[in-house]
């Protein structure tokens, strides 16, 4: 089972709203991601988890902060969005295996993603 | 760092046909990953195939192969027997293994994508 849920499909907030994306696995994965994607554009990073702690932000603005209460669930709170944050916000998961010193493929898988607007 | 180039942004094809996706990529590494991910009108991003590059057989998976040229780095995907359900934009994308990374591995260095349209 490689699945990813990703709650809710569509969000619809206006500037001055605060929302949550949620992002469940429960394939034992320790390593969980947050992409954004653009129309027509690849996945662009934009937070890394491992083992419930933040490793890396690549350089996201602070109106968007994750947080992961525990090794199935990732959540991304939004607040005081611009309107050039609309986009598609995938959420992904990989076995962490970069963690680990024998290495190997850390495959990601992504969920269906959230599709966000804001107005 | 690393590229990942695309060099088709639209492709198309008929149905029950072969259709061959491009991708050339740059690195200096000697270890690491390649992957083929799909993406439809649904929005999932779906991985495809995975190619580790001390292998030298290509990865297949069933109607899925891919034509993985080490010296040349390229690493283009066959799509046989080309179904409605194939219609989707496909991302070329490289991982660097943990031992040449340093740990970084994590990052997927994704190309700009190919819009596949298979037509009836």
């Known amino acids: 089972d490689t699945e990813v849920t990703q709650t809710p499909k569509h969000l619809v907030m206006g500037m001055t709203n605060k929302k949550s994306l949620k992002c469940e696995q429960h394939?034992?994965?320790?390593?969980m991601y947050w992409y954004k994607q653009k129309a027509k554009k690849p996945p662009e990073l934009m937070f890394v988890?491992?083992?419930?702690?933040?490793?890396i932000n690549e350089s996201v603005p602070s109106r968007f902060s994750p947080e992961c209460p525990n090794s199935s669930l990732l959540n991304l709170h939004l607040h005081a969005l611009q309107p050039e944050d609309s986009a598609l916000y995938l959420c992904?998961?990989?076995?962490?295996?970069?963690?680990?010193?024998?290495?190997?493929?850390?495959?990601?898988?992504f969920g269906p993603g959230t599709r966000l607007t804001v107005l | 760092a690393q590229t990942v180039t695309q060099s088709q942004p639209e492709m198309s094809v008929q149905e029950a046909e072969t259709v061959t996706l491009s991708c050339t990529y740059d690195?200096?590494?000697?270890?690491?990953?390649l992957f083929w991910y799909k993406q439809p009108p649904s929005r999932q991003m779906i991985l495809v195939i995975r190619?580790?590059?001390?292998?030298?057989q290509n990865a297949t998976e069933n109607r899925f192969s891919v034509n993985f040229q080490k010296a040349a780095k390229s690493f283009s995907l066959k799509i046989s027997d080309s179904q409605l359900g194939d219609t989707a934009m496909y991302f070329c994308?490289?991982?660097?293994?943990?031992?040449?990374?340093?740990?970084?591995?994590?990052?997927?260095?994704f190309g700009k994508g190919t819009l596949l349209t298979v037509n009836p």
């Open positions: 988890y491992s083992y419930e702690k933040l490793s």
């Open positions: 190619q580790e590059a001390y292998k030298q």
């Open positions: 690195t200096s590494e000697s270890n690491y990953y």
């Open positions: 394939m034992g994965h320790r390593a």
């Open positions: 994308a490289f991982m660097k293994h943990r031992r040449d990374s340093g740990g970084s591995n994590y990052k997927l260095t």
């Open positions: 992904a998961s990989s076995q962490g295996t970069f963690l680990i010193r024998s290495g190997g493929t850390d495959t990601q898988y």
